[in-house]
């Protein structure tokens, strides 16, 4: 299994923006299809944005679309969240997983098989 460490998250107003990175252990990065989920006090895990190996293919919740951009530098093993127009409703810990493929092929949290540790993320009002 891959090891995965988040940073990035932080309080900030709404409005604003933030961007998470994760970095993941181990030469193969690229084989493995990344995801960001979150998780808010109280509520289930939820998707967020995923992308697949060569950052070719990506895909959003609703909630996310054209405020949020997931991107992945495989030449330092890291993917991306960027956050604009960040909204109170996205208070939650942000969490970066890695699928056992190169590919997404569904956005469960039970399709992806690596977790990093999570990362706050406050918007206040």
């Known amino acids: 299994q891959v090891q995965l460490v988040e940073s990035g998250g932080g309080l900030v107003q709404a409005g604003g923006s933030l961007r998470l990175s994760c970095v993941a252990s181990?030469?193969?990065?690229?084989?493995?299809?990344m995801g960001w989920f979150r998780q808010a006090p109280g509520k289930e895990r939820a998707f967020v944005a995923a992308i697949n190996w060569s950052g070719g293919s990506r895909a959003y919740a609703d909630s996310v679309k054209g405020r949020f951009t997931i991107s992945r530098d495989n030449a330092v093993n890291t993917v991306y969240l960027q956050m604009n127009s960040l909204k109170p409703e996205d208070t939650a810990v942000y969490y970066c997983a890695a699928a056992p493929r190169n590919y997404y092929s569904g956005f469960s949290p039970t399709d992806f098989a690596s977790w990093g540790q999570g990362t706050q993320v406050t918007v206040s009002s």
């Open positions: 181990g030469r193969t990065f690229s084989s493995y299809a």
